[in-house]
Each structure stands twice: as structure tokens, then as C-alpha cells.
């Protein structure tokens, strides 16, 4: 099979599967079953799937999730997104190198169409992620009828994305638990449900004036669907990013890079740096990372990044360098992304002279930001439409937040249609606000005091919501505030409780900051358990590691005395090595092996920077074309799209309509003086001999 493969996995089951094979460019290569078009060619070593028509640059895929179209591909004669159509033995693939040529003949005129199949429903929920399975559980278990749809081919959203234990509530929404195995339960509860009816592959087009929903299903008919209710839990779709050479390939959004690695276990790089350091930058980091991914820098504009500080320790003490206070000036290279140049900013976010850096890259993963796809539910409530949105469709939050916001809303529904139900407590209104909110307040390390022989050891100094170490403990010598789980944890050892040294609570943190530290056997060499989450090859009993605190400085180099696994908490492994007493509740995490030296230090490279960035992606529209509008008076955005098709291209503006809401912002514009766009359906590309019922072809993967 292709090279670029994860062969290993510390946490995915990785199984040996019968290949397929299909044709690019005429050459025959080798791929899986149930695998897109991108990730197939990937896997071979493809990164380049076509060449825009306006300026011939290569393209190759950006968001892998349908909302950009910059993965297009010809397949069998028509253009489709590879990133969602599915590999078959045999088909002929080809670059988007031009459109293809139309029919010579027109279609006869006894053409036949297929009418138009229409469906009522008492809910129609659209997005099958973390949300919107939730709001289908608490309808089924009320036995009231709903149409869940997802254009995946399987439910649980980003939830499959997701490799590590997850945060917030035990009890409430399965904190400790990793989000590909959250997905699998709630995919196997809203099974159990026959009120509930799941359509995959299946393809929200638009909300119109007659309060149907148009939906292109996976045999590649077009449904009207007409609810009572509706229901949005469409997620959010990744901000793009304009800087020089923002389109070339190899440049990732987040989501993009976690399908491949995480989903379709394909490995798109061999040295990876990260833009932005939410919690969405710090996680793919940590994913590329035990996919064997050497993540050679990471840039935060901010002072500080802004994700949780658990998830910015584990790659600090993995060794990855984070940069805050410091952006991305380019993507540097000819067909694909060589290398990638950055510079240090001032209060004001302005580059200082003299500060750029260059570093050796093959890919470069942007993570500044989600938006709500929210189109569908403001139109809904346009034409008057009962609709809710949970979820990323109703405010950006983690996952844990969806999966309640979920339960709010399925519960809300029911009232909506005239159910008798109690009233939904006040407590899950905070508790949802609660699971929402932003990182807290960061304390001063405390190093435990206590008359304890052993005891863990609570690296964690943020408040954020998170509860796991407390339920795990066996002796309930763990507690968080039951009323606002993002207190801190206390150890709180009890007269007839003493700690028994389980290590659970060292295995289901799930920011990797629990250690234990026993002075049973040696009062001056204790013995500390550290959390461990990569390949088992990559260390063994009487290796010396490198152990740090918890921001990653290096504290000494110790001999491995024993690995263990705890079976209900696979994927982690706990490392014991014995330690000096003196820094024995310092140590925090593992140091991996450093690697080769990636920072090119070349200034006269780091400094290419020029006008060129490009703005709209899908029409090559540079961001000195929509500036020079602004700067002539230009205040419609409407006007813009007429003069240099910005915004106009197959995406239909998802990727580009803030950024150039940007450059307003830094002409000093006022947002009440700008006219936004008008946005129409069909919110989605798709075929118009689809919408016109054409018989002729019944292969979605086919259609466009």
C-alpha cells in the first residue's frame, strides 16, 4: 500500500483491509474501500489536484468537510469535491484542469424526470455531530417521529475526529471518555430509537419560502422535506487565513488535518506547524504528534494562547515550540508548502523588523477560529419556520457543550409540539453555561503538602470544566465542586482512606496532569506514574527518558522501571521511573525525542512577504483588489462580488466574507456602514439535473 499511512497507532485500531484500485491521470493506484478521493490520493504521495483556471496555481484540498471546493477533481467526465466522494474500483479520476466539455448533442426531448418525492415530519434535525445526536436521543425516548440527515457517512460529526478523553461533566456528557467511542454510543442509542429514521450521505441544500427543506440524499435524489420543527446542528465551518501563499497545497484547516489522520489514518506531512493556539491548534498537534508527526512550531497572535492550558502543556513538554505574540507572514514554496516564515507582533499586531523565522515544513494547519453554520436556521426563521440551533450552530463551545445544548433543545422541541412535559430545571441552563465557558483564572502552582506516603498530584492550575479525577477515585479522595465543576481538584486525604494507588485517576485526566508519587518503598527515590499516550515501541522498561514539569523545562533523565495499562483505560499507558524526593511532585509529562533542527534562520527568505495574498479562494481574488474598492468608497460587499467575483466562486462565500469584513475593519471602517451580502439558496452546490429529478443517473459519487 502507499507510503503515507499510519501503520501505528497509540489509541486507533489500525486492521488489515482488501485494497481497491482506481485510476488517476490514466496510472492505476491502490487505495480502501469507503475512502474519499482525497485521502486516496494522498496516501500515494498526491498533493496537487488541479490548477485554478484564472492563474494556474495549484490547488489540493483545504477543509475536507464540503464547505470549500478547492479539492475539485474530475471524476468520469464530472467535476466533484473529493473530500466527499467515495472511492469505487475503476473509476477515472482526473486534475480540475478546466471544465469538461459539454455534450454535443442536447438531450432528447422525451428526457424523463422523476417528481419531486415530498415528506412531512414532526422534526427534522440537520447535522448528525455530538448535538444533534443528542436532541434525537431525548426525542426518541419520547417516541415523537424524527428525520436525523448528516452528509458524512457516519454519525458523530467531529466526534470521530476526536482521539483524546474528553472534558467536562462524568455524569452528564461522558468526561474521561475519548470522543471516537462518545460517538459510538450515541450512534448506538439513537439506533435503538424507531422513532428515529437516520439519513446518511445526505445533503442540506437550502430552507424555502414554503418551509420545506431541500435534502440530496445518497442515492442522488432530491427530497423536500417538510417539518414542524427544525432543527440545526450543523457545527461550524474553519475561518480561513489570507497570507502569502494561504492557497497552496499542503495548507490544512484543522478539521482537514484531523479527518486524515484520525479518521482516514492517512499521513499528509512529515513536519507540521500550527496557526493559533485554541484548543483546536493544541489538539491537532497533540494528534500529529502520536501519528508520528513532527510538529516543529506553533505561532499564537495573542500573548498567550487561548486554549486550555492542559492541552498547551502536553505540547510543551513533548518539546514543541510555541511562539505567542507572533504570526504567520507565508507559505513558502513553488507547487506545495517547503517551508513557512513567521514574525514577532507588537501590542498592536504589527510585524517587528528583524524577528522573522523560517522553518522547514511540508504542511501548514490553520486553527484561528470557527463560525457558526448558521445559514439554514436564519433562513428558517425568514420564512417563518419553527426552528432551534444547538451546538456550534448556536454558539462555538466544545463538544462536551453540544452534547447538553443537544439535550436542552430535543426537550424544548417537545414542548414545541405541544407535549406535556415538567419543566426543564433551571440547573441545566447553568450547567450548559458552565460546559460553555472560556478558559478561567490560572493559579500559581502549588506543590501538595501532605503526611501522605502517596498521593496524586494535580498538575492542573486553570479552572475549566472538567470532573473526571474526581469520579474515577475508587476511595473518593478526589473532590471538585459538585455545584461548578471548573473549581480545581483537591486531594483530601481522610482518616481510613488512604490512597491504594489504582493510578485511575493518572489514566482518565484527560489533560494528561495527574501523576502519583508513592515514598512507600524508598523515602528519598519515590516512585512517580506518569500518563502516557504514544506507541508502546516507542519506550520500554529500563529505557532512560526525560521527564519535565508542566511547562515542558527538562528535569532529569530517569531509567524506565515498569510500564502498565489499566484495561478500562486503553490508550494510556502509565510510566513509573523512581525519583529524587526533591523533584518527585514536579515531574509532569515525558519529553519525546527531540527532532532534527527544523528553524532554516535564513532572513532574507523569512522576509518574502508582498500584495499578493489571495482573499476569495474559490476566484483567485487578491485582497489589493478588494482594498483598492474600499479605498475609493466602495461600502456594499454586494458591490465588490459584482466588480471581482469575491465571494461568487462554488463555495459561495464560506471562506472569504470575513476576511474581507477584515480588511474594512483595518481601512477603519464601521460595520454599520457596510452592506452585507445577500445570501440565497441553495446553500450547497449540487447538479441541476439532480434538482430536475433526471433519471439518468442514480450514483451520487457521479454527481457533483
Known sequence: MPRNRIKTHPILNIVDRESISFYWQDKLISTYPGETISAALIANGIKIFGHHPKDKAPLGIFCANGQCSQCMVILDGKPVKACMTLVSPGIHVYPADGLPSLPDENLPNDAQYNETTKVEVPVLIIGGGPAGLSAAIELGKLGIKTLLIDD???????????????????????????GIDIATTLDEQVRSYESVEVWLQ??????YEDKCVG???????????????????TGARERSLAFQGNTLPGIYGAGAFQTLVNRDLVKPADKLFIV????????????????GIDVVGLVEAMPACGGYKVHRDKLARLGVPIYTSHTILSANGNDAVDSVSIVEIDKQFKAIRGTEKEFQCDCVLIAVGLDPVDEFTKKAEEVGLPVYAAGDAQEIAEASAAIFSGKIKGNEIAQGLGLSLPEIPDEWFEFEKILKSKPGETFKVELPVTKAEIFPVLHCTQEIPCDPCSTVCPKGLIHVDEKDIRHLPEFCPEDQKDCIACERCVAVCPGLAVTLVDFRQDPTYPTVSIPYEFSRDKINEGDEIIVTDVDGK?????????????????GTLIIRVKAPAAIAVKIAGIRLPAPEKNNIADEQKASRIDNETYICRCEHVKAEDIRSLIQKGVRDINQIKAITNASMGACGGKTCLHLIQNIFR????PFEEISETTKRPVF????LETLAGSRQNKDKNNGG
Open 152 to 178: 458524512k457517512h457516519r454519525l458523530g460529526g467531529k466526534l470521530v475526529l476526536q482521539t483524546h478523553r474528553f472534558f467536562g461533566s462524568t455524569e452528564a456528557v461522558y468526561a474521561g471518555t475519548r
Open 202 to 207: 445526505s445533503t442540506a441544500l437550502a430552507v
Open 215 to 233: 435534502i440530496w440524499k445518497e442515492d442522488n435524489t432530491y427530497v423536500l422535506v417538510k417539518p414542524d420543527m427544525l432543527l440545526t446542528a
Open 276 to 291: 493559533g493556539g485554541g484548543n483546536v491548534g493544541l489538539i491537532a498537534g497533540y494528534h500529529a504528534l502520536q501519528a
Open 554 to 570: 527538562s528535569l532529569a533523565r530517569l531509567p524506565v522501571t515498569k510500564i502498565r495499562q489499566i484495561a478500562a483505560f486503553s
Open 666 to 669: 483595518e481601512e477603519g471602517i
Open 684 to 687: 450547497v452546490e449540487v447538479p
